[in-house]
Nanobody, 120 residues
Framework: QVQLVESGGGLVQAGGSLRLSCVASGRTFSGYAMGWFRQAPGKKREFVAG????????YYADSVKGRFTISRDNAKNTVYLQMNSLKPEDTAVYYCATKGSETGGSYDYWGQGTQVTVSS
């Protein structure tokens, strides 16, 4: 069974930084794309960043481009989200997810989330 466990959330002032981590277990980590999503109170969950199985390809939501960086360490079964220049509108629960198939498709497995709160 695939398990994803996020950590690294917290309270930070606007302009600050946080690094989120997500450790995966239950299957071979390196074969699958990974992503980060977030959900703010009263809003739908939205895509933040994604990374290919080998880290060669990354993609971002327009709202975080230039501020957030996704990366992965396949030896540690871990994906990261480095968040810089944080804004109050980045406040949300952040989730990591992985795709169910090595060839793509939907994000089928999700972590429990970690809270990020950015104060103004």
């Amino acid at each position: 069974q695939v398990q994803l466990v996020e950590s690294g959330g917290g309270l930070v002032q606007a302009g600050g930084s946080l690094r989120l981590s997500c450790v995966a277990s239950g299957r071979t980590f390196s074969g699958y794309a990974m992503g980060w999503f977030r959900q703010a109170p009263g809003k739908k969950r939205e895509f933040v960043a994604g990374i290919s199985w080998n880290g060669d390809t990354t993609y971002y939501a327009d709202s975080v481009k230039g501020r957030f960086t996704i990366s992965r360490d396949n030896a540690k079964n871990t994906v990261y989200l480095q968040m810089n220049s944080l804004k109050p509108e980045d406040t949300a629960v952040y989730y990591c997810a992985t795709k169910g198939s090595e060839t793509g498709g939907s994000y089928d497995y999700w972590g429990q989330g970690t809270q990020v709160t950015v104060s103004s």
